[in-house]
């Protein structure tokens, strides 16, 4: 199968086996509070990276004193959300509060488009992003990621009745839906001879919900997007269904500014006390339930 030949992209291994199915979109701003006071620390607003100088915290540098930045696109269920107060939930919240009490930081989501979280990171405007973030080759050129947290899964949403029955039916899709920036977007868009469709059979949209949209539109054949937020748009939506086979399966990291070492081994000592105190397990627990 096509989707075969994308794992070999994949950099890194999960640093534990959760079952976790999930992926990327696009979100409005909105206050931020910590959903869980036992497994994470105090989050406060932010809408865009904050314009700050920076700030030793012990033998690591934050873009802010006191505080951690975690750059994001709070709109990929069961990872980031807003919820209807305007605050910000979902399983990389939980875990990066959680990371920033251990650090003895306050946490602060700066919530944007996917490709500005990876960006904002990139460029040191945050300190982390988090949004169901793969880890690939060509983003170890330009970020430094954690040890893996999650493992997911990219599916196909079509439509009921639709003659794209396996994933290897996409080859007779005219278009593929996925959203910009995203792996999904990357694997399709790449060249048959690399496993990919080119890229005049893939529109990139800003949000995996838009992208749905234009499935049920009549404007693309599928969308190629992760597992578990491809669940609520198939809910949300009557006349499609997930394809039985799996389109690819990745690694989901935390991306920080390259060279900054002294904050990624900070990072992945909490993240590992967390993996091995079941605190990783049980936010993961609260959100997606065994079927």
Do not use: W
């Not at 839906?177 to 690399?194: F, K, L, M, W």
């Not at 054949?221 to 690819?248: C, H, R, Y």
């Amino acid at each position: 199968m096509k989707n075969l030949k994308k794992l070999a992209l994949l950099g890194l291994t999960a640093a534990m086996s959760l079952s976790l199915l999930a992926g990327c979109g696009n979100g409005a701003s909105g206050n931020a509070e910590t959903p869980d006071a036992n497994s994470s620390a105090p989050v406060t607003e932010s809408q865009a990276p904050a314009e700050t100088t920076p700030a030793a915290t012990g033998e690591f540098t934050t873009v802010e004193a006191g505080k951690l930045h975690m750059s994001t696109d709070a709109a990929f269920p069961p990872y980031e959300m807003i919820k209807e107060d305007g605050t910000f939930e979902g399983i990389d919240v939980e875990v990066a509060g959680a990371i920033a009490e251990k650090l003895g930081l306050e946490l602060v989501v700066d919530d944007m488009g996917f490709d500005a979280a990876l960006l904002a990171a990139q460029n040191g405007q945050s300190d982390m992003v988090m949004a169901g973030v793969t880890v690939t080759d060509e983003r170890l050129e330009v970020m430094d990621f954690s040890d893996s947290y999650a493992t997911g899964v990219q599916v196909v949403i079509v439509k009921e009745d639709s003659p794209i029955q396996t994933v290897d039916d996409l080859a007779n899709a005219d278009m593929i839906g996925t959203q910009v920036a995203t792996t999904g977007y990357i694997y399709c868009s790449d060249t048959p001879e690399n496993g990919g469709y080119g890229e005049d059979h893939v529109t990139a949209y800003e949000s995996g919900a838009l992208a749905v949209q234009a499935l049920v539109n009549g404007q693309v054949d599928a969308v190629v997007i992760d597992n578990e937020p491809a669940k609520a748009f198939v809910e949300q939506s009557e006349g499609l269904k997930i394809l039985d086979t799996e389109f690819a399966v990745e690694d989901y990291a935390i991306g920080v500014q390259k060279g900054n070492t002294a904050l990624l081994d900070a990072i992945n000592n909490a993240l590992a006390e967390l993996i091995e105190d079941g605190t990783v397990q049980s936010i993961v627990d609260k959100y997606i339930t065994a079927e």
